[in-house]
């Protein structure tokens, strides 16, 4: 069954991981920046690190029949430093017309500290300035709920962005259902033993249905599954979910999001 993972951080992942993704049927990939498993020490680090995500990181997917798309920011755990995440953000437009490039993100809170929630403001500005759809990461455990409805509240306060243009990731039991009262898209990202496990998603779904709602696997540098989506996919047909009903949540769902950029366009056929 084909499929779009619509968060996953590739640039940690083995070529073997797209071979396998490929065969599971995976046509699309979107990556948005995030942590590098260490704090980066420079605006170089991060220029370096956007050349991989808008050049070098497509051409691996490609030949996996895979197709890459990105998303550029300052990610929350390395904006708690105002100045430094500003040097960052100075030299984010320079990649904005790449052409995988979808919007920005992954934004949003870490610890939920002052610093933190200034450069989530900064940083929609710059999606409202370049009319870039946004990627947002919610923080964890405790302070989950709390940095959901602060972040809400910082893109309600620019008053300029539309929900709809907006995905708020790394949802949960008693966070779904605020996104997507508000109006926003909302992920699940699924882990083998944190966040959403396939059997977690598969309640949230039957419990709110699919309107505005993915999943994705995130595949990053810690424990986690670049296959938790076709995993997911089982977990479903086993409580006797449709193919189709399958299809809305892996498939059309990021695809009609996703969509909302002119750059988003997957030949899958």
């Not at 243009?165 to 009262?181: G, Q, S, W």
Request: hydrophobic share 35%.
């Amino acid at each position: 069954m084909k499929y779009i993972d619509p968060h996953i951080h590739m640039v940690s992942r083995t070529t073997d991981d797209y071979q396998r993704m490929a065969q599971a049927g995976c046509v699309a990939v979107t990556e948005p920046a995030f942590w590098a498993g260490f704090d980066r020490s420079s605006v170089q680090g991060f220029f370096d690190y956007f050349r991989q995500l808008t050049d070098s990181e497509p051409k691996r997917a490609s030949h996996y029949g895979i197709q890459h798309f990105t998303w550029l920011c300052i990610n929350p755990k390395e904006a708690d430093d105002p100045i430094f995440a500003r040097e960052v953000i100075d030299i984010i437009p320079d990649f904005l017309e790449k052409p995988n490039v979808l919007g920005i993100g992954e934004i949003g809170l870490n610890k939920n500290t002052k610093n933190e929630l200034k450069i989530l403001e900064e940083q929609i500005a710059l999606a409202d300035k370049f009319n870039q759809l946004i990627l947002v990461h919610t923080p964890h455990l405790e302070d989950k709920l709390k940095g959901t409805r602060l972040i809400m509240d910082a893109i309600k306060r620019n008053g300029n962005i539309d929900p709809g243009k907006v995905l708020i990731d790394h949802v949960e039991e008693h966070t779904v259902e605020a996104v997507l009262d508000q109006g926003y898209w909302a992920g699940m990202t699924l882990y083998p033993d944190s966040k959403c496990t396939p059997q977690r998603a598969t309640d949230i779904i039957e419990m709110y249905g699919s309107e505005r709602l993915w999943i994705n696997s995130a595949g990053d540098w810690g424990h986690s599954d670049p296959l938790a989506v076709p995993k997911t996919h089982v977990e479903m047909l086993r409580r006797g979910h449709t193919k189709s009903s399958i299809e809305q949540i892996s498939y059309t769902n990021p695809a009609k999001f996703l969509s909302q950029s002119q750059r988003f366009n997957i030949n899958d056929e």
